[in-house]
């Protein structure tokens, strides 16, 4: 696995409805949630990513990706959208993306204390919490 270069990392929990957003970087290793973009239109959901990455100036996009019991590429549509939404992040601002295993971060989000209104972002720290306690043990 290539070493990551060192510098900030934003995270993303795709919804239909909301984007959860979480920041952290890659020397602390520390993530934490940072707001929540609604997700209107297309125009209205890149246009917040791009403010965020201009003033975060990430070296590296996670997005959650939902697993289906039959496999990452299993029938669910949650599975298409969030690939897609991965992949226009990495055709648009040209950072790399990383997709991370999001099947319990609502839960966890919920169990940590999140209320209705930051789920989303909590959900969204709690991915990029796992991508970075995934780099640290790979």
Same mark, same amino acid.
């Given at each position: 696995? @290539? *070493?990551? +270069?060192? $510098?900030?990392?934003? %995270?993303?929990? &795709? ?8 920041? !952290? ?43 289906? @019991? *039959?496999? +990452?590429? $299993?029938?669910?549509? %949650?599975?298409? &959208? ?8 990495? !055709? ?47």
């Amino acid at each position: 696995m @290539p *070493e990551q +270069p060192a $510098g900030t990392v934003l %995270a993303f929990d &795709y919804g239909a409805k909301r984007i959860g957003v979480a920041v !952290g970087n890659t020397v602390t290793r520390d993530a934490r949630a940072l707001e929540i973009i609604q997700n209107l239109d297309t125009a209205t959901r890149f246009n917040a990513v791009a403010r965020l990455i201009a003033e975060w100036q990430p070296v590296q996009l996670v997005v959650g990706m939902p697993h289906h @019991p *039959e496999g +990452p590429d $299993g029938p669910q549509p %949650a599975i298409g &959208y969030a690939r897609r939404f991965g992949n226009q992040l990495h !055709g648009r601002f040209g950072l790399p993306v990383t997709w991370v295993d999001e099947s319990f971060s609502s839960v966890a989000a919920r169990s940590a204390g999140a209320q209705r209104g930051a789920l989303d972002a909590e959900a969204a720290r709690v991915i990029l919490q796992q991508y970075f306690d995934e780099q640290a043990t790979a």
